[in-house]
Nanobody, 118 residues
C-alpha cells in the first residue's frame, strides 16, 4: 500500500518560495497510470488542488496557480517536490501530497501546515 509523507519548512516569509517534498513508500512514482498531486486547505476553507506530476513525468497545474507553481520529481529517491513562488499570507494552508490511480484517489499524506508570515 502506498504511503506518503510531506516534509519541509513550516514557515515562509512573503515573496519567498515555498518548497515541500513528498516521500513515497510502498510503490514507485513511475508506476504506470499513477498521478502524484499536491492539494492544500487554507484555514477555514475547502480543499484546493494545486497540480500533479504523472508517472511519465508530465505535469499539470491549476490555472489559478500555474504561474507560481512547479512540481518536479527525483525518481532515485522516490520523491516529488512542490515549489510555490512569491508566496503571500493567502498561501497559508495545510499542504497534502496525494496519489491517484487514474482518476481514483489512492492515498494521502498526513498534511503539513505552512504559515506565510513576516
Amino acid at each position: 500500500q502506498v504511503q506518503l509523507q510531506e516534509s519541509g519548512p513550516g514557515l515562509a516569509k512573503p515573496s519567498q518560495t515555498l518548497s515541500l517534498t513528498c516521500t513515497v513508500s510502498g510503490g514507485s512514482i513511475t508506476t504506470n497510470y499513477y498521478y502524484w498531486s499536491w492539494i492544500r486547505q487554507p484555514p477555514g476553507k475547502g480543499l484546493e488542488w494545486i497540480g500533479y506530476i504523472g508517472y511519465s513525468g508530465s505535469t499539470y497545474y491549476s490555472p489559478s496557480l500555474k504561474s507560481r507553481t512547479s512540481i518536479s520529481r527525483d525518481t532515485s529517491k522516490n520523491q516529488f517536490t512542490l515549489q510555490l513562488n512569491s508566496v503571500t499570507p493567502e498561501d497559508t494552508a495545510v499542504y497534502y501530497c496525494t496519489s491517484s490511480y487514474g482518476s481514483n484517489w489512492d492515498a494521502w499524506g498526513q498534511g503539513t501546515l505552512v504559515t506565510v508570515s513576516s
